[in-house]
């Protein structure tokens, strides 16, 4: 990224759990788009991942931060965010491992911030899926459109945005937190933007290749842990903010993802348990 005071500083912040070696090009493919890249490593006692890491002692573009074992993605993003504002930031930039930037990026999503004005909440890019290559169909389009929530990977966030509705909802700990904070913005009158010029290229879970009724599909293969916490935020949310058009598009997806578990994945007693009491956790978590 070409370094001038005219330009507003972005730092980009990447949360990493047992990383791979892949996350190396990613982060410094994010590095080539902004002024630095903080990474939050929320499994600090993996030798592997930790090894992985190593890899950006010596680079200046990069910051390594242990926020103290696996904080979960809410206070992991929140380290980041509060690590970079710190260093200066007016925008934070946020991923999560398995997303890579695509060349661009970042000048679009400025530039769809600018063009929204005063009333700019969440900007973040299309999704396109790193198994197949493809954008998926409902992030097809042209231009920017006003949405109720956008995925936290690649999402850009202004220091004004952060200081008037504050950080991620840590108590959330894992899914629905990019849910509650875009919904946060849009009651405090804030526009969420989704820029489709801006290309993220993104993988849900594993992204296991299967068929089903003669469809290759892909399974997210999610554990049980992550169909609790799934669960449970989606009702805290639905309670907080309401059935709006975010609830309506999310009940699509989710029927999908169900249908797929539910025919095609592994431990499905487990993980149907898991959702159930996800579901009855979120109906008794106390309202803010």
Request: with cysteine; proline share 3%; net charge neutral.
């Amino acid at each position: 990224m070409e370094r001038s005071e005219k330009r507003p500083r972005v730092t980009g912040v990447v949360l990493a759990y047992h990383p791979e070696h892949d996350i190396v090009d990613n982060v410094r493919a994010l590095a080539r788009q902004t002024h630095h890249v903080v990474v939050v490593d929320n499994s600090p006692d993996d030798e592997v991942g930790r090894a992985v890491l190593a890899e950006f002692a010596q680079d200046d573009a990069v910051t390594v931060i242990e926020p103290g074992g696996n904080v979960g993605v809410a206070a992991g993003f929140n380290a980041g965010m509060r690590a970079a504002f710190a260093g200066g930031a007016d925008f934070v930039w946020i991923f999560d491992q398995d997303s890579t930037v695509t060349d661009g990026m970042i000048d679009r999503l400025l530039a769809a911030h600018r063009d929204a004005g005063g009333t700019a909440g969440v900007i973040g890019p299309a999704l396109r899926s790193q198994a197949t290559g493809v954008v998926y169909r409902r992030e097809s389009g042209d231009g920017m459109r006003e949405v109720d929530v956008l995925i936290s990977s690649g999402s850009l966030f202004s220091r004004a945005l952060v200081d008037a509705i504050g950080l991620h909802d840590e108590p959330l700990f894992i899914d629905y937190v990019d849910h509650d904070i875009c919904l946060r913005a849009r009651r405090y009158g804030y526009r969420n933007i989704k820029v489709f010029d801006a290309v993220l290229d993104h993988r849900f879970g594993d992204s296991a290749a299967t068929t089903l009724f003669g469809r290759r599909i892909f399974l997210s293969n999610y554990s049980p842990l992550r169909h609790y916490y799934a669960a449970r935020n989606r009702t805290i949310v639905l309670k907080r903010f309401g059935a709006g058009r975010w609830f309506w598009e999310d009940l699509g997806f989710t029927t999908k993802a169900w249908i797929k578990v539910l025919l095609r994945e592994e431990n499905r007693r487990t993980k149907v348990a898991a959702f159930l009491r996800g579901v009855r956790d979120g109906v008794v978590y106390p309202t803010r």
